[in-house]
Each structure stands twice: as C-alpha cells, then as structure tokens.
C-alpha cells in the first residue's frame, strides 16, 4: 500500500511542473521506492536499536512519502500543462521586456517548450527595416501607464474610471504570463454557446481524452492541454466523446491541422499585424472576427483591439445595487458614454447597430488609437 501512495503522491508532483518528466518504465519505478523504503527501514532499526541501548523508547513509527528523481521522458505524459513556468524566474515579473501597442505583447510558448517574445535584445536595437516589426516605444513596465495617460489627455472622464477599475491584464503581471495560442484558441471555439460551467467540462474532458486510464487514475484530475500534433491526428468521433458538437470538433481538428501544416504558429502571431492576425485567424472555421479579436486583446495582448461588434462595447450595462427591490443598472458603453438615451434606442429596435453605426464608433475611437 505505501508503495503506491507513494507512486501516486510522486506522479501529482511531478506532473504539476511541465518541464518535469516521469519515466514509463513501472518496473525501474518500483525498483526505486523499494530501495528507498529498505533504506529508510534499515535508519529506522539503527535508530530503535540505539534508543533501546540507552533505556529509551523507540520511535513511534513515521510515515514517508516515497520520492522521485526525475527521470526521462514518457510518451503518456506528452504534453504542457496549463501554468507553464520557470522555477528560475524571480518573484517579480520583468517590466524592461520592450512592448509595443500594435504587437504581441506576451510571451507565447510552441508546443514543443519555446518561448518566444516579440522583442529580444537584439530586436529590440534593430532598425524596422531589419527586425521587420516596428520599433519598441514602452516596456511592460511602462506601458499599461502610457496608455492611461493617452485615454486621459483624449477624455479626463477617463480619469475616475482607471483610477476605480485598474486593468491587470496590461499591467507587468497580465504581461509575463506565457501563453499557449492553440490552447487559447480551442478553449475560445468550445466555450461558444455553453455556459461557462458546461465548457470546463467539456475541456477538462477534452484534455482526458489524451491521457491514458493509468495516468488518468493517478492524477485524478487532467491538467496538461494536448498538442496540435494530437489532436490533428485525432478523428471526429474520438474527440466528440469530451463533449462537442459535430460542428465544434470539425473546428478544433482543422485549428490543430493549421498548426500541424505551420500555416499557424506562435511565431507568426509574434510577428503578424493587427490586420494580419484578423486576416489568418478569421479564415479558420469556427473563428470569427469577435472571437479573434478578444483572442488579440486577452491572449495575444495587443492593446489597438476595437471590436465595434461586441454590444458590451456599444451599448454595455451591467447591474451595480438594488435599492427597493429595483435593480439599479450602470449604462457604460460607447453610446452612453457620447449621451444617448440607450433605454428609449432599445425599446425602437433596430437590429445589430441601433445604437450606433460601426462607422461612426470607428470615427469616434479613431483618437483614441492605439490603445483602443
């Protein structure tokens, strides 16, 4: 019995850290614990024999969580887990890494391990011309500040709601947080019309489907995110037993197939445009320009993302109180911020822009470019 809690407690730690690997080979496994536990027996009678000799009890026994070296790699524990991070990093996130409103701003790891950064050092002193992206104008450590600043010089209204509502998603921590784009991009296609409960699910049954019963049973929990590679090879019925649609698993196999053929990659989306990341992205199925352009925003962390689609966005409410039994709601989006009388706009109907034309939302949000 403590031989396999002691395997079971040894795989959780491991498995917690992705760039921990265990070995698939039970037999060297069980080698180890039995050697250990023979030592630890063997310390223990010393300890007995020489607690006795001096007319003192023996230790009550103690029981010890078998330990593991890290081993070499197994095919059934391929993947990279959800918090990809290094042990060797300091507590505090960088903020000199160089940024830029029109790019990639965070750190995206490729299914292989990597990380790459839209600006290295030597990037970073590069001229446009040879770098082949635009120069550098803030650093993570200063950058969610210019952008405060800009919005405020533009409209001081801007001023009471930074101040109330501070965005960590720019700020140095929301910027060191790497990034898997596969990973971000199927978690968008499956949490499409689901509540968010009923899309955890079906990932968290998703990410099960690539870790064998062994495995499944030891961790109890599935916490690593499957390759592109994986899923690519993976037919429509094995990936609809998470949970999917026909339709959403279509979707995510042709995603990973994108990836598969390089005609995706962390490194184009390090490199690519604004437009340009709209352009690729939108022509996946199942990616349409809302979804790639929250992808840009949360994921990517670009900050020039207006997405004049979203009704958030054009008329957005949310509720603040009750008073008597009334539900007090807060009108914050673009058509109230300008004045207008969303309530009565709402009750004329009108279709998708009744509130305001896209039009006119990009001629009104044009000053507040780049950081929309």
């Not at 959780?12 to 070995?23: D, F, G, H």
Request: net charge positive; with cysteine.
């Amino acid at each position: 019995m403590s031989t396999k809690r002691g395997l079971r407690s040894s795989l959780k730690a491991l498995c917690e850290s992705p760039q921990t690997q265990v070995t698939s080979n039970s037999d060297d496994i069980s080698g180890r614990l039995r050697s250990r536990q023979i030592s630890v027996k063997t310390r223990k009678n010393k300890a007995d024999n020489g607690a006795a000799s001096r007319g003192e009890s023996p230790s009550a026994p103690v029981k010890k969580k078998a330990m593991l070296m890290s081993p070499s790699r197994p095919s059934e524990l391929n993947f990279q887990g959800d918090a990809f991070q290094n042990s060797n990093e300091p507590n505090q996130p960088p903020t000199d890494r160089p940024a830029e409103p029109h790019m990639t701003n965070a750190p995206l790891r490729t299914p292989r391990g990597s990380r790459l950064v839209a600006y290295s050092k030597k990037t970073a002193e590069s001229s446009p011309a040879k770098s082949g992206i635009p120069r550098a104008t803030a650093t993570t450590g200063s950058l969610l500040g210019q952008a405060c600043d800009h919005l405020i010089q533009i409209d001081s209204r801007f001023k009471h709601l930074i101040e109330k509502h501070p965005c960590p998603i720019f700020s140095a921590e929301g910027l060191a947080e790497e990034i898997d784009p596969f990973q971000s991009l199927c978690s968008g296609i499956i949490s499409q019309q689901v509540s968010g409960a009923a899309a955890t699910s079906i990932k968290k049954k998703f990410v099960g489907l690539f870790l064998s019963e062994a495995v499944k049973q030891e961790l109890k929990m599935s916490k690593g995110f499957p390759q592109p590679l994986e899923v690519a090879g993976s037919d429509i019925p094995f990936l609809r037993q998470a949970g999917l649609s026909q339709r959403k698993a279509e979707y995510i196999k042709g995603l990973a197939e994108k990836f598969v053929d390089g005609e995706l990659s962390a490194k184009m989306l390090i490199m690519a445009s604004d437009e340009e990341v709209l352009e690729r992205l939108t022509a996946v199925r199942g990616l349409g320009k809302w979804s790639v352009e929250m992808f840009a925003c949360f994921s990517l962390k670009r900050m020039d993302v207006f997405s004049t689609g979203d009704l958030g966005v054009q008329y957005g409410s949310y509720p603040q109180s009750r008073a008597r039994e009334r539900l007090i709601v807060i009108r914050r989006g673009m058509a109230a911020w300008l004045g207008k009388d969303v309530k009565k706009i709402k009750a004329k109907g009108g279709g998708k822009w009744k509130y305001m034309t896209e039009q006119e939302m990009l001629e009104i949000a044009a000053k507040f470019s780049p950081y929309r």
